[in-house]
């Protein structure tokens, strides 16, 4: 089986130990290089990085201070969640299951889900999937903490990884994608990535998805804006891997974190200012840009949805809703779907 997904799919397998390897994507696999992305979404009339771009070492590394952050609800709302599903998921787990999970970032999450299969299970099995190395040294952490499970990282796009399960094997899987990251889709994307997730799944699969729900514009303004400046240096950082990827001279100081909620769009939206009228040269990505002053970079949408939303879109992709499950406060959401067959 792995010798037609290293063929097929274009992977190279790196194998660390018996309970651990990767599935890297060898050069010859068609994806746009990170030159040729900038050098179209910096060159539009309203400029863009993409927001799978801020996940280098120091962007993941910033990400997980964010998570620590008090006025990043998320993270903990989510937490409780999972918390209060260890008694609630074995319902719906009537057989063996892998773990996969889409975007699994360090995976510190992922153990109080790897913790319920672990009580139901001999062997657990998790495949994470995502774009980062820092996917490797999650992967690390969590063998010392269980005995009995054996790891397949994939270090790929959602997309390419879900590729990479759909030819796999027969396994039920329980695909997580977790910390709202869903909201980072513009609404059509949103609805490609849920048919994407669908038409890779069997018939025991299982979706379970954490999703933000709409709610007071202080309170979202605030996890986007924190005291400490995180998220402003996470923003900013984009540019820095530009620089250092890249060989471009942004001037990092002469640009602004800003994030604010749209009403009308229920999303916070994040973008880089220029603080005054400058020009950047991008060597590797053959480009010289001009900048007005206050010229916005737009770098990530957060989406907020309501529980009815989501029903709406689940409905509109083939999956049934098994359980929605929320906070007390109502700030967050779980929804666990299966597909329709
Ligand atoms: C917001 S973090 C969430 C991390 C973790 N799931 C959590 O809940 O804390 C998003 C993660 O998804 C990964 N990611 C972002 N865009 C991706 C893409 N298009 N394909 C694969 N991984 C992606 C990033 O590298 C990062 O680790």
Redesign the pocket.
């Known amino acids: 089986m792995h010798s037609t997904i290293l063929q097929e799919l274009g992977y190279n397998l790196h194998e660390v130990n018996p309970r651990l390897h990767y599935f890297k994507p060898n050069t010859s696999k068609t994806e746009k290089t990170f030159a040729e992305e900038i050098s179209y979404s910096l060159t539009q009339n309203s400029k863009f990085i ?3 771009f ?2 280098d070492q120091t ?2 590394r910033l ?2 201070q964010i ?1 620590h952050l008090p006025e990043y609800y998320l ?1 903990r709302t ?1 937490i409780s969640i999972l918390q209060f599903l260890k008694n609630e998921l074995p319902q719906f787990l009537d057989k063996s299951y892998r773990l996969v ?10 153990k109080l889900l790897l913790d319920i299969l672990h009580d139901l299970q001999e062997r657990v099995e998790y495949f994470p ?4 190395d ?2 490797k040294e999650g992967s690390q952490s969590l063998l010392e903490s269980y005995e009995n499970l054996h790891i397949t990282g994939i270090i ?6 879900l590729k990479f399960i759909k030819s796999f094997d027969d396994t039920p899987n329980l695909i997580a ?5 869903f909201g ?1 889709f513009e609404y059509d994307d949103s609805i490609r990535f849920l048919h994407d997730v669908n038409s890779t799944m069997k018939q025991s699969d299982l979706f379970l998805a ?1 999703i933000d729900l709409v709610k007071d514009k202080k309170i979202l303004e605030d996890a986007y804006n924190d005291s400490l400046g995180v998220t402003a240096q996470f923003n900013l950082n984009v540019l820095q891997r530009i620089n250092n990827e890249l060989d471009a001279n942004f001037d990092i100081d002469k640009f602004y974190h800003k994030a604010e909620f749209n009403e009308k769009e229920n999303r916070i939206e994040m973008y880089l200012r220029s603080k005054e009228v400058q020009s950047v040269n991008i060597p590797k990505a053959n480009l010289s840009i001009d900048f007005v002053k206050d010229e916005l970079i737009h770098t990530e949408h957060s989406h907020k949805y309501t529980v009815s939303q989501i029903e709406n879109m689940m409905d509109a992709t083939n999956f049934e809703i098994k359980k929605i499950w929320q906070d007390p406060c109502q700030n967050y959401s779980m929804v666990l779907a299966s597909k329709i067959f």
Do not use: Q
């Not at 970032?105 to 992922?110: A, P």
């Not at 999937?129 to 980062?132: E, P, T």
């Not at 994608?177 to 990251?181: D, E, K, P, R, Y």
């Open positions: 993409h927001p799978k801020f996940y962007g993941s990400f997980e998570c993270t989510e999970e889409l975007g699994s970032g360090s995976s510190t999450k992922t999937i995502d774009i980062s820092i996917l790929d796009t959602y997309e390419g990884g994608f977790l910390g709202s990251s980072n954490g």
